[in-house]
Each structure stands twice: as C-alpha cells, then as structure tokens.
C-alpha cells in the first residue's frame, strides 16, 4: 500500500498551490481520505477529509473557504486545492487513509487512520 503525496512548494501570502495524493495497494473504495499538517504550536492537525464512496467532506475551521478536497476515483487520486494562503499555512502536508468509513463519520485523530503518505512541504513567505 501506497500513498503519494506531491504538489508542495514555496508561495507568497495570498497564493495557491494544488496537493496530490495517489493511491495504491489495495481498494480503497470504503475508505476516507484525510490531509493533515504538523506545525510545532498545533502538533499533527487534520485539515480536511473526504470520503472516497460518497464524495462528503469535511474541513477543519481554520481552512474553511479557502481549501477545497476532491477525489478522482479513476485515478485513485486526492487533491486538495489550497487558495488565499497565509503563512500560518506553512507545515508539511501529509495525506493519510481511514479504511474503516462503514459509519460515515470522519475521524480528526491521527491514530485513527490506518495508511500515511510521505510529506510534502509548504511554505508560504509573507
């Protein structure tokens, strides 16, 4: 199993930058689709989630507006599409999967989610 974050980079406040996460491995059809971000203050924080059957969402209140996740089913793939950013933004971004969404609730918890990817960075100067 294998999940592949790309997309990071460096942007000026106010800019945007689109994240990927490719997935591959195994089914992940029952499964939610979770971005977190670990900045030092916060600690590991999700920002938004998705679910990969149904297409709900969910997002963290500091992204609200600004950030939109969507899912592409044909090519197993997340984005999360990041507009207005600020530089309170800045963390490495890490997509993860919580296989257990029988009950259609998104989980916030780290531990809850069973597949990570690797992180991508993003900076943004102000």
């Known amino acids: 199993v294998q999940l592949q974050a790309s997309g990071g980079g460096l942007v000026q406040y106010g800019g945007s930058l689109r994240l990927s996460c490719a997935a591959s491995?195994?089914?992940?059809?029952?499964?939610?689709m979770g971005w977190f971000r670990h900045t030092p203050g916060k600690g590991c924080e999700i920002v938004a989630a998705?679910?990969?059957?149904?297409?709900?969402?969910f997002y963290a209140d500091s992204v609200k507006g600004r950030f939109a996740i969507s899912s592409d089913n044909a090519k197993n793939t997340v984005y999360l599409q990041m507009n207005f950013l600020k530089p309170e933004d800045t963390a490495p971004y890490y997509c993860?999967?919580?296989?257990?969404?029988?009950?259609?609730?998104?989980?916030?918890?780290?531990?809850?989610?069973?597949?990570w990817g690797q992180g991508t960075q993003v900076t943004v100067s102000s």
């Open positions: 993860a999967a919580d296989l257990d969404y029988s009950d259609r609730s998104f989980q916030t918890i780290p531990y809850e989610y069973d597949y």
């Open positions: 491995g195994r089914s992940f059809k029952n499964s939610a």
């Open positions: 998705i679910g990969w059957s149904d297409g709900r969402t």
